[in-house]
């Protein structure tokens, strides 16, 4: 592994702190990981109670890129130890790779929908699914403020929807609550109630 060790490390002045680790181990806890977190959820669908609160922070699409569209392994990416920046490795992959591996999380959204439908936990559950930042080389420079991306994905069913609806207006993470207060009969976000009037008029 080799270290960016501050302002003066080894790849000289203002160079920004981060690792470069070798492919077969990252490649290697990334499948592991992408393993524990399937068989976990299994297990909170077959055997935790219907009123289960479960976070998940689930790696895909994140790179590495080593998965196809139907969840096939890909092989390690490769690695030049001679460049200044990790950034620039074969491990944050091209714009194609990154949708391939999107498409495979489609794939795994689905499988997770089957599982509760299987368990009978579906139509009564909600579900969140958001991220903390789009593809950090996104070539699209319309997407960004500064170095910051702005535009995340963000689904929600609610128990008993039954048709989805599309909400133009932004939404702030802060929010998110009001979904579960809303649901326990606490009191209730406008910003929450906007968003579910525009569903109902569609």
């Known amino acids: 592994m080799k270290t960016k060790t501050g302002r003066d490390g080894p790849w000289g002045k203002e160079s920004r702190i981060g690792c ?6 990252f490649v290697r806890n990334w499948l592991h990981l992408h393993a524990r977190i399937i068989d976990a959820l299994d297990d909170v669908i077959t055997r935790m109670p219907g009123n289960t609160l479960t976070f998940v922070h689930y790696p895909l699409p994140h790179a590495p890129f080593i998965f196809d569209e139907n969840g096939a392994f890909r092989g390690v990416y490769a690695i030049d130890w001679h460049r200044p920046s990790g950034e620039t490795d074969g491990a944050w ?5 990154y949708q391939r591996q ?7 959204v689905g499988q997770l929908v089957d599982r509760l439908r299987r368990a009978g936990k579906y139509d009564d ?3 969140v699914m958001t991220s903390d930042h789009s593809w950090r080389f996104d070539p699209r420079t319309e ?3 500064g170095t910051a991306r702005r535009w995340v994905p963000l689904i929600i069913k609610l128990p008993g929807q039954t ?3 599309v909400v133009e207006q932004p939404f702030a993470n802060v929010h998110y609550q009001g979904f579960v207060r809303r649901l326990l009969g606490g009191d209730r976000d406008p910003e929450i109630e906007s968003i579910l009037k525009q569903c109902e008029s569609q």
């Open 93 to 97: 992959g091209t714009e194609e790779e």
């Open 125 to 127: 559950a909600l579900i």
């Open 102 to 108: 999107l498409a495979y999380l489609d794939h795994v």
């Open 143 to 145: 997407l960004t403020v």
């Open 163 to 165: 048709k989805g609806c």
């Open 20 to 25: 470069r680790v070798s492919p077969q181990v």
